[in-house]
T-cell receptor, first 109, second 112 residues
Framework: TQLLEQSPQFLSIQEGENLTVYCNSS?????LQWYRQEPGEGPVLLVT?????EVKKLKRLTFQFGDARKDSSLHITAAQPGDTGLYLC?????????FGAGTILRVKS | NAGVTQTPKFQVLKTGQSMTLQCAQD?????MYWYRQDPGMGLRLIYY???????DKGEVPNGYNVSRLNKREFSLRLESAAPSQTSVYFC???????????FGNGTRLTVT
C-alpha cells in the first residue's frame, strides 16, 4: 500500500482568504479522489482526477492532478465558513480505497 | 433514499465485552467496507467485501470479524473489545471502483 501524505495537517483561516492543500505520494496514482467530511458525518466525494495535468473546478474549489500523477492539490478561493471540514484524498488500490490522514480546515467568520 | 445506514450511533463498552456494528445500504451496491477513523490517522480499512459472499482483510483487521449477510448488509463484530478499539467506525459501499464510496454517518465507540 502506497503512503498518501497530506499537508498541511491543520489550517485555520479567515473568511475570504484563499488556500491550497496538497496530497502527495512516492508512487504514481492510478486515479485520485478528494472527499470532504463535516463533523459528525461520513466523507462525501468532491471529485475524481484521472489524467496527469488534469484540472477540475467545482464552484470555488479547483483540483489539480500533477503531470507525473504523483501529487494533487485542492485550491479554495474566497473560503467561507461552510468550507470548514476535513479534506481527504484517497487512491484506489486493488478493490479498496486507501486514504491520507487529511487536512482539517477551519474557516472563521 | 436512505443510502448507508449504521447502527448504533454511539456505544460504550467495557474491556472484554463483545458487540456487533450493523450496516445496511439500499443502493444495490456490490462492494462494502468498514473503516475506522482516529485523530491524525485518516480512515484505515478494517475489512471489505468486494461482492456478496466474499470478505477480505484490510490494513487493520486484528480484533475484528465481519459478515456479509446478503447484498445489503455488512456487519462488523468485536469479540473482546479493547481500549485500543476506541474509535469512530464508518461503513461505506460502492457499485464498483470507478464509482465513489458512499459512507454512513459513523458509530462512535468507546471502550473503557
Amino acid at each position: 500500500t502506497q503512503l498518501l501524505e497530506q499537508s498541511p495537517q491543520f489550517l485555520s483561516i479567515q473568511e475570504g482568504e484563499n488556500l491550497t492543500v496538497y496530497c502527495n505520494s512516492s508512487s504514481v496514482f492510478s486515479s485520485l479522489q478528494w472527499y470532504r467530511q463535516e463533523p459528525g458525518e461520513g466523507p462525501v466525494l468532491l471529485v475524481t482526477v484521472v489524467t496527469g495535468g488534469e484540472v477540475k473546478k467545482l464552484k470555488r474549489l479547483t483540483f489539480q492532478f500533477g503531470d507525473a500523477r504523483k501529487d494533487s492539490s485542492l485550491h479554495i478561493t474566497a473560503a467561507q465558513p461552510g468550507d470548514t471540514g476535513l479534506y481527504l484524498c484517497a487512491e484506489e488500490y486493488g478493490n479498496k480505497l486507501v486514504f491520507g490522514a487529511g487536512t482539517i480546515l477551519r474557516v472563521k467568520s | 433514499n436512505a443510502g448507508v445506514t449504521q447502527t448504533p450511533k454511539f456505544q460504550v463498552l467495557k474491556t472484554g465485552q463483545s458487540m456487533t456494528l450493523q450496516c445496511a445500504q439500499d443502493m444495490n451496491h456490490n462492494s462494502m467496507y468498514w473503516y475506522r477513523q482516529d485523530p491524525g490517522m485518516g480512515l484505515r480499512l478494517i475489512y471489505y467485501s468486494a461482492s456478496e459472499g466474499t470478505t477480505d482483510k484490510g490494513e487493520v483487521p486484528n480484533g475484528y470479524n465481519v459478515s456479509r449477510l446478503n447484498k445489503r448488509e455488512f456487519s462488523l463484530r468485536l469479540e473482546s473489545a479493547a481500549p485500543s478499539q476506541t474509535s469512530v467506525y464508518f461503513c461505506a459501499s460502492t457499485r464498483d471502483m470507478d464509482s465513489p464510496l458512499h459512507f454512513g454517518n459513523g458509530t462512535r465507540l468507546t471502550v473503557t
